[in-house]
C-alpha cells in the first residue's frame, strides 16, 4: 500500500516539475536575457459590446437604412414620376453589399413586364398591373418581366452598385436607388396606395 502511494506521490511531483519547466520556456519567449537578444509579445483581438477589455463578446454591429417607401405618380395620361432622392445607406463600421432584390405585388396588383407605357394601352381599366424597374448605384437596371406574377426576384446576387464602404467613408457608403414604373389606368383617384414592396437583403462584404 505504501509503495503505490509513494508512486502516485513521485508520478506528480513529475507531473508537476514538467509543467514549471514549460512555463519557464513560455515565460521565457517574452524575455531579452542577453544585449541583442529579442522577446516576443503577443497581440490578442477581442470584440466586445462596449470596445473594453474584458467585455462582453459581441460582433460589429450592422446598421443599413432602406428607403421607407418608393412612392409613384402617375398622371392623366399615364406619365410616371418617381423620387430622384432614393438611396441606402450604410450606417455600419463595417462595409456591406445588397445580396439580392425581390418585389412584391400588393393590394391585389400584379407584376407585368416593364417598358414602354405603350404596352399596357391594350389591358382593361383597372386590371391593377405594375411594371417596375430598378437599379442600384451605378448598376445595370433590372425589369419586371411578363407573366402576370405576384413576386419576382430583379437581383440574386450582388453586382456592381451593389456595395457600400463603412460608416467612415462618406463618399461610398451609400448607394442611389434609382427606379421607373408603368401602371395600367385606374377608373378613380388614388392616393399613396400601397401597390407593391421591395425586399432588400443586406449582408456583410466579406
Known amino acids: 500500500m505504501k509503495n503505490k502511494n509513494l508512486k502516485r506521490f513521485l508520478s506528480l511531483a513529475m507531473a508537476l516539475c514538467l509543467s514549471l519547466a514549460m512555463m519557464n ?63 441606402i445607406v450604410n450606417n455600419s463600421y463595417g462595409a456591406v453589399r445588397v445580396a439580392s432584390v425581390t418585389l412584391e405585388a400588393a393590394g391585389g396588383w400584379r407584376l407585368t413586364a416593364f417598358g414602354n407605357k405603350s404596352s399596357l394601352a391594350g389591358e382593361k381599366v383597372d386590371s391593377n398591373k405594375l411594371g417596375f424597374s430598378i437599379s442600384l448605384g451605378s448598376g445595370a437596371a433590372k425589369n419586371t418581366i411578363a407573366g402576370s406574377s405576384t413576386s419576382q426576384q430583379l437581383l440574386s446576387a450582388p453586382e456592381t452598385g451593389c456595395y457600400m464602404s463603412g460608416e467612415g467613408d462618406a463618399a461610398r457608403n451609400s448607394v442611389s436607388v434609382k427606379y421607373d414604373a408603368i401602371v395600367t389606368p ?21
Open 25 to 87: 520556456v513560455a515565460f521565457a519567449s517574452n524575455v531579452a536575457d542577453a544585449s541583442g537578444g529579442s522577446a516576443t509579445s503577443s497581440v490578442t483581438l477581442s470584440s466586445t459590446e462596449d470596445g473594453s477589455l474584458g467585455g462582453d463578446p459581441a460582433a460589429t454591429a450592422m446598421s443599413v437604412t432602406v428607403p421607407t417607401v418608393l412612392p409613384i405618380a402617375v398622371g392623366t395620361d399615364g406619365t410616371v414620376t418617381t423620387a430622384t432622392d432614393a438611396k
Open 186 to 206: 385606374v377608373s378613380n383617384a388614388v392616393t399613396n396606395t400601397g401597390v407593391a414592396s421591395v425586399l432588400f437583403v443586406v449582408e456583410w462584404d466579406i
